[in-house]
């Protein structure tokens, strides 16, 4: 005589595997961002945050090299090219240079000009270092290569300035034509 199994059986068995299947995706998913957040924290403590409170340390400076008229300096400090000294700081002496220099910003931390939009980004502000953790975060999780691979304070802000395809739309307009330089997590608004 054969033994015929209910059907209620078969339905217990797979209720059972699909339970176990799962239970390993979410085991799975846990160790991954447990993963990714031990990644996080150690590309996190690579990072040199540059203590500009006192930047009269620096003997030598990098700066901007970007446009024909202006510079930006690690230390904050944005000056014309000719007030440039030898060793690529701004002379601070100068009457063009200013400090922290956010004079072309917008509330949305984009800017007209490039050198204000890293002199800004500098600012030492606690708001301001929770956005930079905010960016590196963003950064390391969307894999994003040039980012991860910056260093300190300044080449974050040097890269982040740089216009991105964040600024434009339709692949070759700005999205703000003036406002293109932007150090914050949002892309410029479309004007």
Known sequence: MQTVIS???????????SFLATVICVLILFQKTLKDQGSTQS??????????????????CRNSKQGPYLIADEKGQVCMIKNVLKNGCCNFHANSTVRYNCNSCHTNRCCEVYEHC?????QPVPRKRRLI????????????PLLREVKDTFELCLHKCRTSSA???QENKYKDSSFKYCFGTDSPDLV
């Open 7 to 17: 059907g209620g059986f078969w339905r217990r068995w797979i209720i059972l595997l």
């Open 43 to 60: 590309f996190m403590a690579k990072f040199t945050w540059l203590d500009l409170s006192n930047a009269t340390f620096l003997k030598k």
């Open 118 to 122: 890293v002199s800004c980004c500098l």
């Open 133 to 144: 953790e905010k960016i590196l975060v963003h950064a390391h999780m969307a894999r994003n």
């Open 167 to 169: 600024s434009v739309y």
